[in-house]
């Protein structure tokens, strides 16, 4: 028997776990050692005001994605509740291409009612983007050719975790964040691109909607765009970002969202352009395995389809607009003034971040602390969502603590 002693190891083209989990590791371990990971809670009928289980402190949580605190909305909860009951079954466990529950498709038709045009729902919106990007790449929803994918450097985990997957089909290329003027070079150079993004960042910011449009009528660019962290937040009926701002969705154009933020449920949609695509999609990769949205999560989303639908959407939409200014009155960020919910305050070093997230638990509010490699080195903090649920005398209390601490660091 032979023994090879050379080093197996992988090209990293597209990752390198050997190179970022020690990095990363440690700055986790600060964290943790600072108590600040695995806080075991009661919810209590709020998000502003958990309890700690092992201690009974309470506290305002402000690292939620449930931007609108529509998770315990009662119409959402009895949806739920009412699916299950008028079902009498979790789920029927199998690829719902073959069979699928009748609650199902009332939910996709609601759906396509709420934001115009073919939706496509699923376990989570990981599972769709699973599905999609290996057959956007190998050319499968265009003209069977396939196109060179450019991912947005900031492009979410959930998306550049397929990229050695993607590359496997095509040429994958990583742009600059927000590079129009890269992204168009490689628009001149090949004839076939799709360009893969986020709509609202999770740290902070959006796309340049605009440019891509315009680079989409030039040169005939597929976008793919990931828009969780807005959907439900932006538009009358809670469209989201980048689907309020267009007037229809084309055939390249494609926006993924999850259920389970502001839109206070479970799982993932695909707002797509085109039916063939529905068609195509349906079956494709991990929607045809058996992991289809729940009975219970279906009834939830229709109980929040039925709050988008009424004034109270509105309501809590333009709660959120004035804490959002509120908080942008007050302190500084890369973020102000761009009107969204996502905040991240920097502090520098990763001890420093960790510091400011427990002294601000201490005194009753939970921000995460964020670091490399969730930004970059150098630019730690802590990151906060603010909610259309929060009254404005908590976003006051919370400003005036952390003006305090951020006085003592």
Not at 147 to 176: C, G, Q, Y
Not at 236 to 260: F, W
Not at 321 to 337: C, M, P, S, V, Y
Request: hydrophobic share 40%; with cysteine.
């Amino acid at each position: 028997m032979t023994t090879h002693t050379d080093p197996v190891i992988g090209p990293h083209a597209h990752r390198n776990n050997q190179k970022m989990v020690p990095a990363s590791e440690s700055a986790w371990r600060v964290a943790q050692d600072a108590n600040m990971l695995g806080i075991r809670v009661e919810f209590n009928g709020s998000q502003n005001r958990l309890r700690e289980v092992d201690t009974g402190h309470e506290f305002v949580n402000l690292c939620s994605c449930s931007y609108l605190g529509l998770n315990s909305h009662p119409d959402v909860i009895q949806g739920g509740i009412d699916a299950l009951r008028s079902e009498g079954v979790t789920g029927l466990s199998m690829a719902e291409f073959r069979i699928r529950l009748g609650l199902m498709e009332e939910l996709e038709l609601q759906l396509a009612d709420l934001f115009g045009g073919p939706v496509l729902p699923a376990v989570t919106s990981s599972a769709l983007t699973a599905a999609i990007l290996p057959m956007l790449g190998s050319g499968h929803l265009t003209d069977s050719e396939p196109l060179v994918m450019v991912f947005d450097k900031f492009a979410h985990f959930s998306m550049a975790f397929v990229k050695p997957i993607v590359a496997d089909e095509t040429l994958v290329l990583n742009s600059p964040h927000n590079d129009m003027n890269y992204l168009e070079d490689v628009c001149r150079k090949y004839p076939r691109v799709a360009y893969v993004c986020d709509g609202v960042y999770s740290v902070g910011g959006v796309t340049n909607l605009e440019a891509l449009r315009t680079l989409q009528e030039k040169y005939g660019l597929f976008l793919y765009i990931d828009d969780s962290h807005s959907l439900s937040t932006q538009g009358k009926h809670g469209e989201g970002y980048i689907r309020s701002r267009l007037p229809s969705l084309n055939d390249r154009t494609l926006i993924i969202a999850s259920t389970a933020k502001a839109f206070g449920s479970t799982g993932g949609i695909a707002m797509l352009g085109s039916r063939k695509h529905y068609d195509f999609l349906y079956r494709t990769g991990p929607m045809g395995w058996s992991q289809s949205l729940r009975t219970a999560a279906i009834g939830t989303s229709l109980g929040s389809i039925k709050v988008h639908r009424s004034p109270e959407l509105g309501k809590r939409q333009e709660q959120l607009r004035k804490n959002i200014a509120l908080f942008d009155e007050h302190i500084q960020t890369a973020q102000r003034g761009d009107g969204l919910h996502i905040k991240v305050v920097e502090v520098g070093e990763q001890d420093k971040a960790v510091k400011l997230s427990r002294e601000l638990y201490r005194r009753g509010f939970y921000c995460s602390a964020v670091f490399f490699p969730i930004v970059p080195v150098g630019r730690a903090g802590i990151r906060l969502m603010l909610r259309g649920d929060l009254p404005t005398e908590t976003v006051q209390s919370f400003i005036d603590n952390l003006k305090q601490v951020l006085a003592t660091l």
